[in-house]
């Protein structure tokens, strides 16, 4: 229901726009109070690059996330990530990751991030403090932040905004009648836009999303995944769709597609009931690292790699490595 009336094909969206222009007003007046200087944003010693959303609910964002960093890394540079931490509940924050937090404590993407990467991760519902708790045990010479944008406490060097090239920007109107967080305007003000899927507009980094071979939760094992028999399809991220048209892409005949909410707590039990006698789960990377640690054997995973299409990908990262020698 809430994709029909974001798209705008309910009429319903009508009904919520007083909630909406309230939420423009507000997010609107925060924003400007850090213009005017009303409020103080702080400052990192090192730079601070925010990879964020326009809208609510699943871009792509994470994966791009992992590939600045995988990228930077390769180019000899040290990066941290800081996050909010969606879906965690940590006895105290700000919280730096180590090899046994779990999903519980720090949430589903920063546990991602920190077991694809290896980076210092730390996670807190104030981003200042995540970067102080990162630059306090770790040597790092630049920070990324895993959403934010509209976390205007922390000064940021650059912006980049991640959008789906598909949905876009739906009907174009602010929470709750529509999905934007911010009006599509802002993009102007930011250093570079990403689009997921889709056709890319002018100016726009194409990207696509490509998935490598399905690894077993229990075993580790690799394997094409249009080679698992009778799949059932688990996908608990900001939009389901993507993942299971991605294994339709992949030439998967999938029985049965489980669609769950962002973020949310998984169990055994809960997913154990997913499928049948000789059926296969497949789940996201995401999913993944909530269910690792009570994976049956016919458990497995698909993880996706950002693409990044033209010649803007490397002007970026060139800019990147400037700000993080730099300073």
């Known amino acids: 229901m809430i994709a029909r009336i974001w798209s705008g094909e309910s009429p319903l969206w009508r009904l919520l726009l007083p909630l909406s222009w309230l939420y423009g007003l507000v997010s609107g007046a925060i924003r400007l109070s850090y213009r005017l200087g009303l409020k103080k944003a702080w ?3 090192v730079p601070v690059v925010v990879v964020g959303n326009l809208t609510a609910g699943g871009n792509g964002k994470t994966p791009v996330v992992i590939w600045l960093v995988e990228q930077l890394q390769q180019r000899g540079v040290r990066v941290g990530v800081v996050s909010r931490g969606y879906g965690g509940k940590a006895e105290r924050y700000p919280l730096l990751l180590a090899p046994e937090t779990t999903t ?4 589903d993407e920063p546990v991602l991030i920190y077991q694809r990467t290896r980076a210092p991760v730390a996670v807190s519902p104030d981003r200042c403090e995540a970067v102080q708790a990162i630059l306090a045990q770790h040597d ?7 959403d934010g944008l509209q ?13 789906d090239g598909v949905r876009r920007f739906g009907n174009g109107w602010w929470l709750p009648a529509g999905p934007m967080r911010e009006r599509a305007s802002r993009l102007r003000t930011v250093d570079a836009v990403i689009t997921n899927g889709g ?6 980094i194409p990207m696509r999303l490509q998935p490598g071979l399905a690894i077993n939760l229990k075993s580790g094992e690799r394997r094409e995944v249009v080679t698992l028999p009778h799949v059932v399809a688990m996908a608990g991220i900001g939009h389901p769709p993507r993942f299971f048209n ?3 892409e992949c030439g998967v005949q999938v029985e049965k597609c489980i669609a769950l909410a962002d973020h949310q707590a998984l169990s055994k039990a809960q997913v154990s009931g997913f499928t049948g006698p000789g059926q296969t789960l497949v789940m996201t990377e995401k999913d993944a690292v909530k269910c690792r640690a009570f994976a049956d054997e016919h458990w497995w995973y698909l993880p996706v790699d ?3 299409a033209g010649d803007k990908p490397e ?4 800019e990147l490595l400037t700000l993080a020698r730099g300073r």
């Not at 519980?104 to 949430?107: L, M, V």
């Not at 790092?140 to 895993?146: N, R, Y």
């Not at 056709?199 to 726009?204: N, Q």
């Open 246 to 248: 991605t294994l339709a």
């Open 315 to 318: 002007q970026l990262l060139q």
């Open 104 to 107: 519980d404590q720090a949430g």
């Open 151 to 163: 976390h205007y406490r922390l000064a940021r060097d650059k912006e980049i905004v991640v959008i």
């Open 140 to 146: 790092v010479q630049l920070i990324i932040t895993d």
């Open 43 to 45: 400052r990192a010693p």
């Open 306 to 308: 950002a693409q990044l």
């Open 199 to 204: 056709i890319a507009k002018p100016g726009e």
